[in-house]
């Protein structure tokens, strides 16, 4: 190992949106406490090179009680060289032997639960499954709770949220909203899941949620005294305000997004409705449906 102190500890890599640093830190969160160690947050080299979507490190908006890592534990300087060489070198040996461990594919990989830390061990991966951290499932409740917003514009939203039977119905769009496209979500599946929502909840509210908002009310066709749209939280440094605003929800329609996936997770209502759609894209960036990420009590729509 690349540590030789006594205390086991995991230097976890976070990276990409919101959803994604909530996967990687989960699995990382319940490696370290399976091996009694010490769990720390790089949160600066998995956005260093992230020059297409320029995504910000935002898990200082929870409840995490784990340090940042130093310059020395980011493998600084010559960050990139190094890394390489660890990995080259960890790449060699068996999947639990390494002392950098690279996700292999997107699927639950059982054998990470079964690593045993030694030294240090570095964790890079989104480990897009709850099945990583399951089994501690409540601390991990605890740990992501997020701190509140405090403006006057978000409060009010969530004290509407919380008044009636509400519904957070999430559209991402991956290519231009004014196109139909190969990972946007098609309109017949939020037709189906509505249509199920309507069937099992009481008076439904929605409060649709976008990346596009103007394109998603285009999108949904809902009853205007139906529907609230959410759109003032702007940019992802603000991203967790929508996260604990769609966590107040009572259901969920989720988008092939985990940034909806969390929320829905997040959501304490004891008998929530989940939707989320039955769909496959062809590159990780926008892959669904894959084995471990879809809780087994979430209503998966074919459409």
Known sequence: MINSSKTPKIIVRIKGGLGNQLFAYAAARRLAQANDA?????????????????????????????RTATSNERLEPFERYRRGLVKLLSAN???LERSYLEQEGINFDLRLLAVKVSGTLYLDGLWQSENYF???????????QITPPQDSENLQMADKITNCNAVALHVRWFEDSNSVGVHNLSIEYYQKAIALIEQKVDSPHYFLFSDDPEAASKKINLPAQNVTFVSHNLGDRN???DLWLMSQCQHFITANSTFSWWAAWLGSNQTKVITTPLCVATTEVTAWNFDGLIPANWHIIKS
């Open 134 to 144: 399951k089994d501690i499932e409540q601390t991990i409740r605890d740990d992501l």
């Open 239 to 241: 991203a967790y305000a």
């Open 93 to 95: 040996k068996p999947f």
């Open 38 to 66: 010490e769990l720390v947050i790089d949160e600066v080299t998995g956005f260093s090179r992230d020059y297409q979507y320029k995504r910000q490190y935002a898990l200082d908006r929870f409840c995490i009680p784990v």
